[in-house]
């Protein structure tokens, strides 16, 4: 089992920055393919960012190239997002998730089996 507790949310201005973290326990997750999703209000989970188990390929969505750079350390057995260039829209709890020897299909929510409960990006404009 794994289980994953992200931090780092909070209230930023239009324009700010926040890294997220997500630390893992119950086993290293070197060899999982780990992920970034947000959900909004009354809106389905979104993808946001996306890294492969092996190789260490990164995958964005879209609206968050150039402005979200998504990280892992596997020493410290914990995923990143720092974000930057924050937009209102991008207020939303966002949820990090983790598959083992994931490296397809990152950006569905079900290619993931553990979840974390969620830290809230609040953006005021």
Known sequence: QVQLV????GLVQAGGSLRLSCEASGRAVSDFGLGWFRQAPEKEREFVAAI????GSTYYAD??????????NNAKNTLYLQMSDLKPEDA????????????GLLGRPRSYRYWGQGT??????
Do not use: L, P
């Open 6 to 9: 992200e931090s780092g949310g």
């Open 52 to 55: 492969a188990y092996s190789g």
């Open 63 to 72: 609206s968050m190239k150039g402005r979200f750079t998504i990280s892992r």
């Open 92 to 103: 939303a709890v966002y949820y990090c998730a983790a598959d083992r020897y994931r490296n």
């Open 120 to 125: 809230q990006v609040t953006v005021s404009s």
